[in-house]
């Protein structure tokens, strides 16, 4: 298993681009290893340009809940490709995919489309705050939300590599109105509540945790957050760029029966292309230009291309028992993994097809816990699977992924290798 052509790739690579990657943690520095370049993928294979083979968990973080290379989702983007590639006019065919979003996510009656999940996550808090006419946003330690300046405080996912507690480049000013508690913590945020509630506009969180690796709330803690920001008058923002979609048709708010303000999308939605989607109450949406004063924009929004991928994959979401299928595929595996990990001080935390393993004794439930787990360990781990051909997410703070594409056979032969590996790290 060599990776010649891709270390040449890398070294080239650098000289234009800095990292050598368009997003930092594609550099796997924090796992202590080089960047494979991929040439092709197919259903959870990856093969990268030395001719490697690898089983896929990672599934571009999430977005491949179908596996890569969908025949149907291809086929129906190559029919798109045929008719022009953007107008900047409507189309049908985002009415159908906002549409299917409003049909399937509770809280959802408006939806508006974007093209990444850091332009969703900002909008809807420009939204919320042009609604309440207020300015504090609360986030939690270990949330990512994208990398809008005023959201990179305490920020999970790849900022969480960097030794500063958020990004440079962003003025203080600029994060003045953003308070971040830690994660599970819900008498922080009743005091945080008493002392600023006529200033909260929203509280956005993940409603799991996943760019920290895998952390679930405790019990009551959703209903508690929604029972709190009513009474002040603040909105509740689901950050379920992640989970929507995988966890439920209708995301985490199906799941755990909370219902947000807003919420918002990526990742799955646009099947492999550029969409994001930002939406909730009709009337919350209701300020948004034309109908009212808050601004909001994008010259490919909502694009054919993307729309095409997000209405073919969402409608195979659609068939029945696809999520139960999914469901029942990963706890087979999560039992096994389990069994597996026994008494080597990994904890493994999962909800439905994600998981995460933290190299450490504690419990892990929130981001002060992550920091104290062994990442060196998890260094380790990563690169002995890399090895083996087996590509988890690469870093100690992100989730791994099971997907439909997934075969009985691949996830056993995963098994195999990472009992192997977990014996020798
Ligand atoms: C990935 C992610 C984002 C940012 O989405 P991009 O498309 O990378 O801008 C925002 N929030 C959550 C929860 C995410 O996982």
Redesign the pocket.
């Known amino acids: 298993m060599q990776r010649i052509l891709s270390e040449k790739a890398y070294k080239e690579a650098v000289k234009y681009i800095p990292g050598g990657v368009n997003s930092p943690v594609r550099a796997l520095r924090s796992v202590g290893a080089e960047p494979l370049f991929i040439s092709k993928a197919n259903g959870v294979t990856l093969t990268d340009i030395d001719g490697n083979e690898l089983t896929d968990f990672c599934l571009s973080?999430g977005v491949f809940i179908l596996g890569h290379n969908h025949k149907l989702v291809n086929e129906t983007v190559k029919n798109a490709i045929d008719l022009g590639t953007s107008y900047g006019i409507p189309t049908l065919q985002e009415t159908q995919l906002a549409r299917l979003l409003v049909e399937s996510v509770p809280s959802l009656e408006k939806v508006r489309f974007v093209s990444?999940?850091?332009?969703a996550?900002m909008s809807a808090i420009r939204v919320a705050r042009g609604f309440t006419r207020r300015n504090i946003i609360v986030k939690f330690d270990g949330c990512?939300?994208?990398?809008a300046d005023h959201l990179l405080v305490s920020a999970g996912?790849g900022v969480a590599q960097l030794n500063a507690s958020s990004s440079s480049g962003i003025p203080e000013d600029f994060t003045k109105y953003t308070l971040s508690l830690p994660f599970n913590d819900i008498e922080l945020v009743k005091a945080v509540f008493e002392e600023h509630g006529d200033d909260i506009a929203a509280v956005i969180i993940?409603p799991v945790a996943?760019?920290m690796g895998v952390i679930l709330l405790q019990a009551g803690f959703l209903k508690d957050l929604r029972t709190i920001t009513k009474k002040y008058g603040a909105l509740l923002i689901f950050?379920e760029?992640?989970t929507g979609f995988r966890l439920a048709l209708g995301g985490a708010q199906e799941r755990f029966g909370i219902t947000p303000d807003l919420s918002?999308f990526?990742?799955i939605i646009g099947g492999g292309f550029p969409a994001?989607a930002f939406g909730g109450r009709a009337d919350v949406m209701a300020v948004l230009a034309p109908d009212g004063p808050v601004y909001q924009a994008g010259t490919l929004s909502g694009n054919p291309i993307a729309m095409a991928a997000g209405i073919q994959t969402l409608q195979l979401l659609q068939q029945p028992d696809f999520y139960k299928n999914l469901e029942s595929k990963s706890n087979l595996f999560i039992t096994e993994l389990k069994d597996i990990i026994k008494g080597k001080s990994i904890v493994l935390n999962h909800v439905g097809s994600m998981f995460t393993l933290f190299f450490a004794d504690h419990e892990i439930r929130n981001f002060a816990d992550v920091k104290r787990s062994d990442t060196e360990r998890f260094a380790r781990f990563f690169r002995a699977l890399l090895h083996e051909n087996i590509y988890f997410s690469p870093s100690a703070y992100e989730t791994s992924f099971i997907s439909a594409a997934h075969t009985g056979q691949q996830l056993e032969q995963t098994l195999s290798i990472l009992k192997k590996v977990i014996s020798t790290i």
């Open positions: 973080w990444s999940g850091t332009e996550v990512y939300h994208g990398h996912s993940e996943a760019n950050d760029v992640i918002t990526g990742k994001a």
